[in-house]
């Protein structure tokens, strides 16, 4: 595994409001009022990076609301992080070693 706090701050020069949480042992990205794009129009909301296995995904990416019909994955699921519902796309194989950065924008495929 990637050293978290080098990942972070790479995050946060593209976010700086990104912010370092940990859920059993496990290290996760906040991504608050994240603006990324859905089809032809702009999405903003909170994300949540999870660069580890979760739920037998190599990776995920959570997003405060689901958002069906959109881009590559019209299967949502909620999960509970962080003492919050998310949702999360069925979007598999996002490699785990590579940056953070670079996990982010490959999980965002599922929705482009």
Excluded at 7 to 36: G, R, Y
Excluded at 68 to 85: D, E, H, I, M, V
Aim: proline share 8%.
């Amino acid at each position: 595994m990637s050293d978290p706090a080098v990942e972070i701050a790479a995050l946060q020069a593209m976010h700086p409001s990104a912010s370092l949480h940990t859920e059993n042992k496990v290290p996760m990205v906040l991504l608050p009022k994240f603006k990324f794009r859905v089809g032809s129009r702009t999405e903003e909301m909170n994300l949540l990076l999870y660069p580890a296995s979760h739920n037998g995904y190599v990776t995920r990416l959570f997003f405060e609301r689901a958002l069906p019909g959109t881009g590559q994955s019209n299967n949502w699921n909620p999960f509970t992080l962080l003492s919050r519902t998310w949702y999360a796309p069925s979007w598999q194989n996002v490699s785990a070693d590579q940056p953070w950065t670079s996990m982010l924008c490959a999980h965002l495929r599922a929705v482009a």
